[in-house]
């Protein structure tokens, strides 16, 4: 029993973490249909950003979070008015090849402008140390990131689903040609939705960088377990990616206990056996 | 018309004297090919390479034994040894060195034993870890360690500290795999209990569950070894904030607190016990000198155990290049070596004449504040320690 509620806990610390991170990937991706493979690098952004506000300005963490995901935000929103938003319209293939060669070029400008080593994010004293749960301890850190989660969760399928903006945004993937047609400003669509993907993509980084430390590679090292959480959950849905995630932490949580020599297996094989059981998400039948 | 013939010809003259001048000075430089990644995710290991050996050169005033030095870099990136054979290859052929240094991953060291026995080079290891590479061939020298060479004298000291029962978590891969066995078998022989083999996948991110499974365990100590970099700091994150050391579950590891991980662990790392042939922190002139020298060469190297095996591996390869007067001479350079003992940064040293494996102290650290910074404080010195790993067999 004890092990039960231990996996259930970490699973969902972990599940969480591969929310925070996926969740911008699940808009650029998923409901923009673009094929976003520098999601990575702008969660990395973000995250430097954090360490850097934290440790070099001694910024507070609360004051250097927000900033640092206004900051990526507004970066991104840049790049997508001057490059990016020239790809919509390409080859999926093209896509792929200009976000991970943007990815490279990321990885060697943090290489050679922060160095190789990990950086750190210096954590407020009410986050670093550990909660007490009677039974046993967690890192406060977690469950912030739980809680942020499921604000973003709960944040962004509304974003989607009742706002002027979501329905903008789902007119204009959906038929970009009658959407513009009936007076609604496309461009500005675009560029804000990619510049909140990225935004949380940063959020991601920032929150997730306990689990999945920061450094140069960071960009392509996570960039699987995220396309991996978006593919089951199903595109564009955020409901999907959450509960995706959480399916997934849980199952790698538990080989973890049980099955350690067994590495990631199960959780690839269970990414296989969903995608074959519900090819278009998780909880689209 | 004619002074600017005449000046081209005084250029012509000018040129064909230097080259002319060329050929003896480059006959009496001693090349040395260090080969080791200098891109990539392992880049900090080039980079400690390169400063370790320019380092020496410089503090001994340039030249070695008389000769000039000159290095050629060759860049493996990962474990690559189809790659690394290459480089070598026409190290050895196309730029003719005399000596080779580096190697961090042990595929990489393996692929070139062939042609530096072939080719009689001497190579010296300044990493790369698993005890049976010099066996491989009889131009290998090593002057880093063995987690054999660490791991037995921790498991020793553990039994007398009357550690009965203990947790082994390792990454699993090669060098995870060699410290669990060499822990495992003396600690077993030493009549303690290993309760559990935890071997930890090498994409793991969150060691949460891991380190609950080993305070579930029961055991009094938990011995470990994790990959450099992001594990590590994972790692001994986890074992801090789930309280293992609150509820009494002693670390113990060898190169989870190396100086280059040291100051991101924080405060989390203080009180961690490990066992290792080398802390930036070791007080003796030599050791100053050393991390001087560094320091000149390049501010931002780290006194830590890559620099050092760069650093003494030089050592070696300035005491070859002396037995041999310059010239290349394999048997009569590796005759020398064999019997070579010095007082290293790390304290008083030798090379094994059988293994080629450096013999060095052993040294219990625990991790303090010295000031701002961490440090690997040495509270007790094991001695002189060969390779187990090649002595059991």
Known sequence: VNTLTNILIDGLAYGMVLFVIAVGLSITLGLMRFVNLSHGAFAMLGGYCAALLTREAQWSFWLAMPMAVVATGLFAAVLEALVL???YRRKELEQVLFTIGLSFVVIAATNALAGPQVQLITLPPLLSGSVDLGFRTLPAQRLLVIGAGLLVAAGAAWA??????????R???????????????????????????AALAALGGILGAELMPLEPYYALKYLVLVLVVVAVGGMGSITGSLAAALLLGLIETASKYLASDWGSLFFFVAMAALLAWRPRGLLVR | MQSVRRALTVAALATAGAFAAAPPALAQAVKVGIVGPFSGPFAHYGTLFKAGVEAYVASEGGKLAGKTVEFVYRDTGGPNPGQTKTLVQELIVKDKVDYLGGFVFTP??????PLIQQSQTPTVIFNAATSSITEKSEYFIRTSYTLWQVTVPLAQWAAQQNLKKVVIAVTDYGPGLDAETAFKTEFTKQGGTVVESIRMPIATTDFGPFVQRIKASGAQAVYTFLPGGPPNLGFVKAYNENGLAKAGIQFLG???????DLQKLGDAALGLTTAFHYS??????????FIEALKKRDPNAVANYASVGAWDGMHVIHKMIEATGGQKDGLKALAAARTLQWESPRGAVRIDPKTRHIVQNVYLRKVERAGALLVNKEVQSFGPQTDHGLDAK
């Open chain 1, 85 to 87: 938003r020239h790809l």
């Open chain 1, 160 to 169: 989607v689903a009742c706002t002027r903006f979501g329905i903008w945004l």
């Open chain 1, 171 to 197: 007119a204009a993937v959906d038929h970009s040609g009658t959407a513009s047609a009936l007076g609604i400003p496309i461009r500005l669509v675009q560029c804000g939705s990619f510049a909140a993907g």
């Open chain 2, 108 to 113: 990489n060291a393996l692929a070139v034993a």
């Open chain 2, 254 to 260: 060898t190169a989870e607190t190396d100086e280059f």
């Open chain 2, 280 to 289: 930036g922190a070791h007080d003796s002139a030599v050791n100053r000198k």
